[in-house]
């Protein structure tokens, strides 16, 4: 067996030219073999080879989109590097440079075990294509409870360590963040309601997902570009933000243009912004029976813009309030509703033909 700090082992990962420019193209957003091939003059089947390995490995990450396949770095490039180092320190204690990380049932690290106890997602069809319950992999039920257990205890490295292995195992982004993400900030809910914790606790899990979100979301960037705009907002006086966020990602993904408002919009504000952007879809996000009126209000103020009249858009409405009363839609004079972020892109992909270019 070679020393763990074999320099010839890890200049084979971490020095080797052609991954190093194909990891470097990669760096400024998604692409395709034959971009990589033009860009780096490298021959195709070598730059195949490479990617093919690079993604075992969990670097790199391959999305279908029609007929083309697009590459792109799973995390962040620092981490990236520190992943090959990593890996090649495994495979080398392991005894076999270059095989994936043996599976662990103990250890320092139960984030590691889990990463490594894994199986790797190799029918990667989509950036926010949603897993669902059936093919669930088993880790999943372990990701979601140490996420919990690690944005209830305020511990943000052990978070993103997890985030980065979800990512480079090719978990997509509606899986995080439904299977994952919500989950865990909903069980913090289901405490509260108990007694068990307080508003501090899920202020902090709230704020550490945000910056998860975003962290997922960056390695989510769109490989093409729609011509559909939305305009997203939380009613005035709803401070939740958190899934209207991920609505906002999703659309992004799949190309479209997105103007987030945010939280606790006031309705004239929200309504002037409309008739600025002239989007084709408006999101709004009411969590609480007292933000009943102002989304009534809203809604009422949005379809009597100039704007609806000269480019019909859509309005959708959701968010605890709105789950939790039936026939509310038709009410609101609202289009549609979804109850979470994959029903939400199932509705928006029926509704809307996607990834036109530029
Ligand atoms: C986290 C949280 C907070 C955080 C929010 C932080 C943030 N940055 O967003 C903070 C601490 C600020 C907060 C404050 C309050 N909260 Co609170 N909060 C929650 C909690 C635990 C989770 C909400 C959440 O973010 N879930 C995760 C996201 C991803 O899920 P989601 O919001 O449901 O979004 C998904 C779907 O609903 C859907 N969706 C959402 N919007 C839209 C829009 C459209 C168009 C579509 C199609 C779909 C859609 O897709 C999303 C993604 O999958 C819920 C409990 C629960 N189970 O929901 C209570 C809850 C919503 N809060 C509640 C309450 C009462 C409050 C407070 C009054 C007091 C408190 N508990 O602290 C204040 C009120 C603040 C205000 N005025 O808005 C109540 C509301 C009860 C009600 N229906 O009237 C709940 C239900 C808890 C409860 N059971 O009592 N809260």
């Not at 010839?8 to 194909?22: M, Q």
């Not at 981490?79 to 890996?87: F, G, S």
């Not at 999101?283 to 809604?299: F, G, N, P, Y």
Request: hydrophobic share 45%.
């Amino acid at each position: 067996m070679r020393n763990k700090f074999d320099p010839d082992v890890l200049s084979i990962a971490l020095a080797e030219p052609s991954r190093r420019a194909l990891l470097e193209n990669l760096r400024f957003g998604p692409k395709t073999v034959s971009e990589l091939v033009q860009a780096t003059q490298l021959k195709q089947p070598n730059v195949s080879n490479h990617l093919a390995k690079m993604r075992l490995q969990g670097i790199v990450r391959a999305e279908r989109m029609g007929r083309q396949v697009y590459y792109s770095l799973s995390m962040p490039f620092a981490d990236v590097l520190m992943r090959m180092h990593e890996y090649v320190s495994n495979s080398v204690a392991n005894g076999v440079a270059g095989s994936p990380p043996a599976a662990e049932s103990s250890g320092s690290h139960p984030i590691a075990a889990d990463v490594q106890a894994a199986p790797m997602n190799n029918d990667h069809r989509g950036s926010v294509e949603h897993s669902g319950p059936d093919d669930a992999r088993p880790p999943l039920m372990e990701w979601r409870n140490t996420y919990f257990q690690s944005i209830f205890g305020g511990k943000e490295d052990q978070a993103t360590h997890l985030v980065n292995a979800m990512l480079s195992q090719g978990l997509d982004m509606a899986t995080i963040y439904t299977e994952v993400f919500q989950w865990a900030i909903n069980r913090i809910g289901d405490l509260f309601q108990q007694g068990a914790t307080d508003e501090a606790h899920e202020h902090m899990a709230s704020a550490i997902t945000e910056r998860m979100m975003a962290r997922v979301a960056q390695f989510h960037n769109p490989v093409t570009r729609s011509q559909y705009r939305a305009v997203l907002g939380s009613v005035a006086g709803n401070w939740h933000v958190m899934g209207l966020r991920m609505l906002a990602d999703g659309l992004r993904a799949l190309g479209w243009d997105t103007v987030f408002l945010g939280a606790n919009v006031p309705t004239a504000s929200f309504a002037s912004m409309v008739q600025l952007m002239r989007p084709d879809l408006i999101v709004i996000s009411c969590a609480m029976e007292d933000q009943a009126l102002e989304l009534r209000e809203l809604i009422a103020c949005l379809r009597a813009q100039p704007a609806q009249a000269e480019k019909p858009f859509v309005i959708a409405v959701g968010g605890q309030y709105v789950m939790s009363h039936a026939n509310l839609l038709a009410d609101l004079h609202a289009d549609f509703s979804a109850p979470d972020l994959p029903h939400f892109l199932a509705e928006i992909r029926a509704r809307y033909t996607l990834h036109s270019k530029n």
